[in-house]
Structures are given as structure tokens and as C-alpha cells.
T-cell receptor
Framework: SQTIHQWPATLVQPVGSPLSLECTVE??????LYWYRQAAGRGLQLLFY??????ISSEVPQNLSASRPQDRQFILSSKKLLLSDSGFYLC???????????FGDGTRLSIL | QKEVEQNSGPLSVPEGAIASLNCTYSDRGSQSFFWYRQYSGKSPELIMS????GDKEDGRFTAQLNKASQYVSLLIRDSQPSDSATYLC???????????FGKGTSLLVTP
């Protein structure tokens, strides 16, 4: 069966510090991968998605970036975090076609 | 901007009753529809997928889709306190794999 791993579970970072969140999927090949952010009291905001290695689509221009160095690895990064980057970051995967997305456990990021 | 609309609630139902959650969407080209359950502080969990007009049943859950009215709903029969959560409606985009999510409906099932 497929599993998705996301770490760390919680993270507290100072403003202006860098960020790297990692997500890996097991048990499937060539998944579509997604990064979402859920701010307090708000809906899920799609940040990036990828349909293959090195292929990244950005949804919202901001100080975040994403990379997919391997088929089942998806990384979310920032060079300098802002207070507004606080939130619950979720990685998800799906199969090809009209398949549902499955979420990792998420990373709760607090910026001080 | 394609939108998915849900009543934020909270929707309160007594234990054993039917809970009815509704969702409308604006993208006429959408073909895939999903319901997720999200407990407080946790990640969303897939409950139902529906792709064709009509009803789809899975245990206590029934998803209903009407593409002409751009409306999708979720019925939860014999509601239990453990069903208390936020329910997210998700609709695929006409342009590809990404999903648009509603902001969710908070459901409270009271004993």
C-alpha cells in the first residue's frame, strides 16, 4: 500500500530564517505531488504541484519554492521566512488521471 | 478564479440523525468530486469520490452529484459523535490534476 511521509511535524522558526520541508511517498511510482498551506480558519491553498521529476507548477507567487529531485520526493523551501508564512503545510500525492489526493500528516509551522 | 462554496456551519445534529452537507462549484468542466474529513489539528482524510451524476453509497456515507446544477452533497446516516469534524468538498479543475477545495463545513454531532 501507498504511504506518504512528511516531516517535521512541528517547526518554530524566526522571521528571516530559511525553510526546508520534505515529503516522500512509498509504494507507488510517478505520483502527482502537491504542497498546500492551511492558515488558521482558512481553506486549503494549493502552493505547488508536480507531475514529474523537475516539473513544478506554482500557484501563488510568494517567497516559497518547491523542488522534486526524485520521483517520490517533494521539497518545499524558502530562503527567508515571513510572519505570513505561518500555517499548516500539507503534502499530498495522487495517481494519474482523476484520482483522489492523499495527504501526509502535515507540518505545523510557527514564525516568531 | 474557480470557486467551491460550502456553508461554514457549525452544523449541529443529534446522534443517530442524518447530517446533510452541501457544496456548489463554479467550474463547469469539473469531472471529479471528493469529500474529505478533517479532525481538528489533523490532515484531511478522503471519505468519498464521485464522478458521475447520481448517488454513491459507502457504508453510512452517501455522496450525491448533480453536474447540471453544479452541486455535490454528502449525507451521513446514523451520525455518531466521532463524525464531529470539518468536511471539505474538493473539485478537480478543468485544466488538470489540481483540486479546488471549499473552506469546509464544521459538523457537530451531539450525544
Amino acid at each position: 500500500s501507498q504511504t506518504i511521509h512528511q516531516w517535521p511535524a512541528t517547526l518554530v522558526q524566526p522571521v528571516g530564517s530559511p525553510l526546508s520541508l520534505e515529503c516522500t511517498v512509498e509504494g507507488t511510482s510517478n505520483p502527482n505531488l502537491y504542497w498546500y498551506r492551511q492558515a488558521a480558519g482558512r481553506g486549503l491553498q494549493l502552493l505547488f504541484y508536480s507531475v514529474g521529476i523537475g516539473q513544478i507548477s506554482s500557484e501563488v507567487p510568494q517567497n516559497l519554492s518547491a523542488s522534486r529531485p526524485q520521483d517520490r520526493q517533494f521539497i518545499l523551501s524558502s530562503k527567508k521566512l515571513l510572519l505570513s508564512d505561518s500555517g499548516f503545510y500539507l503534502c499530498a500525492w495522487s495517481g494519474q488521471g482523476d484520482q483522489p489526493q492523499h495527504f501526509g500528516d502535515g507540518t505545523r509551522l510557527s514564525i516568531l | 478564479q474557480k470557486e467551491v462554496e460550502q456553508n461554514s456551519g457549525p452544523l449541529s445534529v443529534p446522534e443517530g440523525a442524518i447530517a446533510s452537507l452541501n457544496c456548489t462549484y463554479s467550474d463547469r468542466g469539473s469531472q471529479s468530486f471528493f469529500w474529505y474529513r478533517q479532525y481538528s489539528g489533523k490532515s484531511p482524510e478522503l471519505i468519498m469520490s464521485i464522478y458521475s451524476n447520481g448517488d454513491k453509497e459507502d457504508g453510512r456515507f452517501t455522496a450525491q452529484l448533480n453536474k447540471a446544477s453544479q452541486y455535490v452533497s454528502l449525507l451521513i446516516r446514523d451520525s455518531q459523535p466521532s463524525d464531529s469534524a470539518t468536511y471539505l468538498c474538493a473539485v478537480n479543475r478543468d485544466s488538470g490534476y489540481a483540486l479546488n477545495f471549499g473552506k469546509g463545513t464544521s459538523l457537530l454531532v451531539t450525544p
